[in-house]
């Protein structure tokens, strides 16, 4: 599995700050109120990626053996690649939604008319909170990379059964 790029990072955040810009746009032109995200929004994307980090720790202590002297329980690998693409898929998220924040921000600073300080201060920390889980993101899935085996780099022998498994 290839680690998250800045590509598809950067990709999300534009699809969120034109979408941010838009939604707005839409409500305005409609003659509702801009959109202003919770303050809740931030919060639980600190949490998450708190949640995150703390369940990629025990993968990235039993490959690395950080602890010398204790015995390492092996790794589930079904448990690592859950937490690797949770980490793929909360980077993502995070970058969308501080995109979407930026662009409800930018789309608000545009207009003659300054908002209130509280509906600016959400969206602030609506981006905030998204930069923060692409970051802890960003660390989980560092942390349930393994190292690179010296064999790995060898060609192995030729799979003498045509792709069958043992148990055919």
Same mark, same amino acid.
């Given at each position: 599995m290839k680690r998250t790029g800045p590509v598809p990072l950067l990709s999300a955040a534009v699809i969120g700050v034109v979408s941010g810009f838009l939604i707005d746009q839409l409500l305005t032109?409609?003659?509702?109120?801009?959109?202003?995200?919770?303050?809740?929004? #931030? +919060? !639980?994307?600190?949490?998450?990626?708190?949640?995150?980090?703390?369940l990629a720790l025990p993968i990235r202590r039993a490959t690395s053996g950080a602890v010398p002297g204790v015995a390492t329980r092996p790794v589930d690998p079904f448990y690592a690649v859950r937490i690797a693409m949770l980490a793929r898929a909360s980077s993502l998220v995070g970058a969308l939604v501080a995109g979407v924040a930026v662009g409800l921000l930018a789309f608000v600073l545009?207009? #003659? +008319? !300054?908002p209130s300080l509280g509906s600016v201060s959400a969206v602030i920390a609506a981006a905030a909170g998204g930069i923060v889980l692409v970051v802890a993101a960003l660390v989980a899935e560092h942390l349930c990379t393994i190292r690179k085996d010296d064999d790995d780099d060898q060609p192995g022998p030729a799979d003498p059964g045509f792709g069958?498994?043992?148990?055919?």
């Amino acid at each position: 599995m290839k680690r998250t790029g800045p590509v598809p990072l950067l990709s999300a955040a534009v699809i969120g700050v034109v979408s941010g810009f838009l939604i707005d746009q839409l409500l305005t032109a409609g003659g509702q109120p801009t959109f202003t995200p919770s303050l809740m929004l #931030p +919060v !639980l994307l600190v949490l998450l990626g708190a949640i995150l980090v703390a369940l990629a720790l025990p993968i990235r202590r039993a490959t690395s053996g950080a602890v010398p002297g204790v015995a390492t329980r092996p790794v589930d690998p079904f448990y690592a690649v859950r937490i690797a693409m949770l980490a793929r898929a909360s980077s993502l998220v995070g970058a969308l939604v501080a995109g979407v924040a930026v662009g409800l921000l930018a789309f608000v600073l545009t207009r #003659p +008319v !300054l908002p209130s300080l509280g509906s600016v201060s959400a969206v602030i920390a609506a981006a905030a909170g998204g930069i923060v889980l692409v970051v802890a993101a960003l660390v989980a899935e560092h942390l349930c990379t393994i190292r690179k085996d010296d064999d790995d780099d060898q060609p192995g022998p030729a799979d003498p059964g045509f792709g069958l498994s043992h148990n055919d």
